[in-house]
């Protein structure tokens, strides 16, 4: 019953934008953090951006801080990421993520979310 799912990837040339949306369904994650995360081939899942449940907290990885920009549209069950002056080493495939248990501030490890979709593929080109 619960989905996640991400849209927006796609391919660009270094510099350019693009803006990813995960739309749940099934229930509503107003209350709950979420974030993104990427995989890159032959690496593991690393955390991107999170947001605290109203969207008032968020973080970020260094890599891309200043760059990205996470948001939420509760009304839309809907989270968001902008990503601007995309680098080559940003290409990955792109999932979000909802955490049940943390309420505070967004969380960055992998094993902290529990209901994720199924990606979406970035590739920058330089």
């Known amino acids: 019953q619960v989905q996640l799912v991400e849209s927006g990837g796609g391919s660009v040339q270094a510099g350019g934008s693009l803006r990813l949306s995960c739309a749940a369904s099934?229930?509503?994650?107003?209350?709950?953090?979420m974030g993104w995360f990427r995989q890159a081939p032959g690496k593991e899942r690393e955390f991107v951006a999170g947001?605290?449940?109203?969207?008032?907290?968020?973080a970020y990885a260094d890599s891309v801080k200043g760059r990205f920009t996470i948001s939420r549209d509760n009304a839309k069950n809907t989270v968001y990421l902008q990503m601007n002056s995309l680098k080559p080493e940003d290409t990955a495939v792109y999932y979000c993520?909802?955490?049940?248990?943390?309420?505070?501030?967004?969380?960055?490890?992998?094993?902290?979310?529990?209901?994720w979709g199924q990606g979406t593929q970035v590739t920058v080109s330089s």
């Open positions: 993520a909802v955490d049940l248990t943390g309420w505070a501030r967004p969380r960055t490890q992998e094993y902290q979310y529990d209901y």
């Open positions: 099934g229930r509503s994650f107003s209350n709950y953090p």
């Open positions: 947001t605290n449940w109203s969207g008032g907290s968020t």
